[in-house]
């Protein structure tokens, strides 16, 4: 069945649009937020709508918010709108505010003209104002901390340690766009008019809807899309014109420099998710992937004093483990020793072990 586009006057002559503008409380943001989400082709109309209610301040008269709903009220009565209903009057109030009334309906309809004289205005500059207003927005986590947020989009992240995600104010209104800087896991509300896209590092993940991980440390060569269901397209952001390569569920892409530098492989499902339940995992890790990783994971610093075997290969799974126990783990394993003050780690070692 084919959706019925709504036009501005739609909005204007909707009440519980209007109240929710001057009034709104988290019931009716999550009910227009629905809405919109299932009516994209009326993303333009509901948008400048939204901009006419809220640029209605009446500065010079000092009208307060009750007295712009009513004002709104008097054009939806001239309207005659079928989502307003009058409540009826006894007979010997309208007898006696006869001369009120028709003063009230004589302002209504100045109020009306003037009202639509402002929506014509305000929808010819309405573009131009609109993007006059976007602004990125930054969400972070610090070392040691992981935070869940939802995009205006209904997409769920997950974002790791030491990761910041960034994206446009108007998210999600003609294309959904973030820049990863870190790790993160992304379940992605489906929409096949608007694709998804996470630029990390020099490729770009792009999706309609499906849950992966993403990881892609600046300080680290690597980056790893892992993908859980749905499927990907991973392309290059060189302009090398490189063919997109794509995963489905069960397998990552492993990125060195650039996306003609990948190799595609089945994953362990804890060694790339595992993190999501507060699970460190070490596979076949160097020193300083090892240092780097726990460093984010427990908010320290860490030295380390004397010579260091690049080649050392470290394994491990440590299930919400104190740091004291992965370097315990790493003092067996490798015959080193290690002290611990607040928030710095020394690693004593040498080539011999």
Known sequence: MKKVKHDIKFF???PSFVKWINNSNEESDYYWKKWIESHPEDRSAFYA?????ERMDFKVA???GEDKERILENILKEEGSEHYTEVPQR???LVKFRKQITQIAATAAILFGLAYY????TYINHTEQEVSKVYQVTRQTERGQQKK?????????????????????DFGREKREVVLNGEAYFDVTHNPDVEFIVKSG???????????NVYAYPNEEVINVALERGSVAIHGNEGLHEDPVFIRPGEKLAVTGNLSNSVKSKFNYIEEFGWKERVLVF??????EFINKLERWYNVDISVVGSSDEDWKINGLFKKQGLENVLEGLEFARKVKYTVKEDKVIIYTSVSN
Do not use: C, W
């Not at 020099?202 to 992966?212: D, E, L, P, R």
């Not at 596979?283 to 300083?288: C, F, P, Q």
């Open 91 to 93: 007979k010997y109030q």
């Open 202 to 212: 020099n490729i770009s993940t792009v999706v309609h809807g499906t849950a992966f």
């Open 62 to 64: 000092r009208v307060t």
């Open 12 to 14: 204007l002559t909707n």
């Open 49 to 53: 709508a939204k901009a006419i209610v």
């Open 118 to 121: 402002f929506i014509e205005q």
């Open 149 to 169: 947020i939802i995009l205006p989009d209904g997409t769920s992240v997950l974002m790791n340690a030491s990761t910041s995600l960034t994206y446009s104010s």
């Open 283 to 288: 596979k076949d890790s160097g020193i300083n």
